[in-house]
């Protein structure tokens, strides 16, 4: 059978924008030029934001703390819900101001919201400020934007309207030197039906295990302790270009990785969580007893409805079985509250299956209406004071059930990968659990970047307190 592969962008055309990188970068020379990327939404965001800011340094930019001491301002969006779109607009009329003193400062408008046509028509419009605007599909063509732009001053906006590529080989700035985000795939081929991310994001494409590997063992060389594998739904990794590779295969190669201590991976879809990749969560020594499983509703009518193709019963049949074969898993979630046509018998199975898995923590959201999603059409929209009700019910038996969880945890000892001293008391170390708690205690500097054992001694709402042993 001939073998379906992924488009990947070749290796000349990653070359041309290497050329282009250098030209900034002799353009720059000697000022010494600022950038700031300001990163809205998911950790796919925050990734793609990653290699942004990894051009912009080849280029020759250094970090800007803030806004105002910048040359070059990316937006790296978010339009997953309304009110995100809503807040990163406010924010880019804000810097008219500081397009009026400085002529030369460059504004680039890219990610999600640049990827929807009506958003770009809008930002040529009424968005004056804005200098490029750039979509996901083509990241890589950044430099190539930004040279245009500081050659000619004129307004350039490339936003390709295709099923999405592979990019390799970008430089990525990565915020610190313990974990890493790694991306395995992109794109979603789900469509459920709230969601604008399909459209955004293109078809899954699945990177080549080699690459992904290959990054894995430079991080390890570079002392990375952690990676957390990305994708929108990372248990169907591979199945778009028949190498061979699964995802539970994936993980038992990273899991030989040498210096790689902790293995993480979001998000992953309840229907594509195979018998396979739990075996593969137990038998891997460094996979974490943490995962992410967003359940969206318990009402199996509304799952229906939301196009997420399992039940109620089916969701908490996988927890259990996950469960018997990772005993101390942690698991969270992402949950919708007010959904077209959800009731309060809905909601109340939504509750139940809170209570019935004890998740230690859910990211809830309130249904946001997404032109262009088969939602946005449904009857039965929902009242804003209803969804509001639902979402602090919600939140209410969350916290109560956060709190049960990590009483449990006082007095047992827990391995703590250390991160950092705390932001708000220096004497203070930070660190995770393997279930990906913070934990908090008294510990020396020289610590960080080590896993240690930790004995838990209280518990605070969103952080557990603990005592070196
Ligand atoms: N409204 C509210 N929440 C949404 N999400 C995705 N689309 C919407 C929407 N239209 C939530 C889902 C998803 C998380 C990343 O964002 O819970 O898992
Ligand atoms: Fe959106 Fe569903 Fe894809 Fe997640 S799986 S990105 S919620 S369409």
């Not at 995962?291 to 109620?312: A, D, V, W």
């Not at 709402?461 to 042993?469: I, N, T, V």
């Amino acid at each position: 059978m001939e073998r379906k592969k992924n488009i990947k962008v070749s290796e000349e055309e990653i070359g041309i924008q290497g050329s282009y990188m250098k030209q900034v970068k002799s353009l720059n020379t000697p000022d010494e030029k600022k950038f700031i990327v300001q990163t809205f939404g998911c950790q796919m965001s925050e990734s793609d934001g990653e290699r942004m800011a990894g051009m912009l340094a080849e280029m020759g930019y250094a970090p800007a703390e803030q806004v105002e001491e910048a040359d070059v301002i990316v937006f790296n969006t978010c339009c997953v819900r309304e009110h995100a779109e809503k807040k990163i607009l406010s924010r880019l009329g804000q810097l008219k101001q500081l397009k009026e003193k400085n002529r030369e400062l460059v504004i680039a408008f890219g990610g999600c919201m640049a990827q929807q046509p009506h958003v770009v028509d809008k930002i040529k419009k009424s968005y004056r400020n804005v200098d490029i605007i750039f979509g996901t599909h083509n990241i890589h063509v950044f430099p190539e934007l930004l040279y245009r732009v500081i050659t000619g001053h004129k307004l350039v906006a490339e936003v390709p309207d295709i099923e999405g590529v592979v990019v390799e080989g970008l430089p990525v700035m990565r915020k610190e030197g313990l974990k890493a985000w790694v991306n395995i795939m992109y794109g979603c081929n789900n469509f459920c039906s709230y969601c604008i991310v399909p459209y955004v994001r293109g078809r899954e494409r699945s990177r080549d295990p080699e690459d992904i590997l290959k990054e894995i063992r430079q991080l390890a060389e570079e002392g990375y302790k952690e990676v957390t594998l990305l994708g929108q739904n990372v248990n169907s990794y591979g199945l778009d270009v028949e190498s061979g590779m699964t995802f539970a295969g994936l993980l038992r190669e990273v899991n030989s990785i040498d210096g790689i201590e902790r293995i993480r991976f979001m998000t992953s879809h309840p229907k594509d969580f195979s018998d396979d990749l739990i075996n593969a969560a137990a038998e891997c020594g460094k996979v974490c007893e943490h995962i992410h499983i967003p359940f969206q509703s318990g009402s199996t009518r509304i799952l229906e409805k939301m196009n997420r193709r399992y039940t109620k019963e089916q969701y908490l049949g996988l927890i259990q079985k996950i469960r018997k074969a990772v005993p101390e898993v942690s698991f969270t979630t992402d949950i919708i509250v007010g959904f077209p046509g959800e009731t309060e018998e809905d909601f109340l199975d939504t509750l139940d299956v809170i209570e019935k898995v004890g998740f230690d923590l859910v990211y809830t959201f309130i249904y946001s209406k997404r032109t262009g999603t088969p939602a946005a059409e449904m009857p039965g929209q929902v009242e804003d004071s209803i969804k509001k009700d639902r979402f602090d019910r919600l939140l209410n038996l969350v916290y109560k059930i956060v709190e049960e969880n990590n009483h449990t945890m006082i007095g047992k000892i827990e391995e703590v990968l250390v991160e950092s001293k705390s932001r708000n008391n220096p004497k203070i170390l930070t660190g995770r659990t393997r279930t990906n708690k913070i934990v908090n205690f008294a510990g020396d500097e020289s610590l960080i970047g080590r896993s240690i054992d930790v004995k838990i001694v209280s518990q605070h709402k969103w952080y557990l307190a603990g005592e070196l042993l």
